[in-house]
């Protein structure tokens, strides 16, 4: 995995996979609708959660920053993460002559 940079803190380096409570949530929705279907005997009951995998899976299947655990990480050499870093750096200082005698008043 190539290096990333945080849109949010600014952490540049390797993004981890995003923590176990997305996998519980899974599983809990799976848990109370598969027990729906089991004590109703509707089957259809089981699209709700079914639905909600493939949805979670197809958005949410980023890393995330292990500083801030925001998902907004982006490739260090794309146009967004060059934006990210040149915001970082700031603005240069301005220049000043010290040797104009209107700069020592």
Request: hydrophobic letters at 40%; proline letters at 5%.
């Amino acid at each position: 995995m190539t290096d990333r940079v945080c849109k949010s803190c600014g952490y540049v380096g390797k993004a981890e996979h995003q923590s176990w409570g997305t996998f519980v949530v899974d599983a809990f929705m799976w848990l109370i609708f598969g027990s729906l279907t089991l004590f109703s005997g509707l089957l259809f009951v089981l699209i709700i959660p079914l639905a909600w995998t493939v949805y979670h899976l197809a958005l949410f299947s980023n890393t995330q920053c292990p500083k801030c655990e925001s998902l907004d990480m982006v490739s260090l050499h794309s146009k967004k993460g060059q934006a990210v870093l040149e915001h970082q750096r700031g603005y240069p200082e301005p220049w000043h002559d010290n040797n104009h005698p209107a700069a020592s008043h």
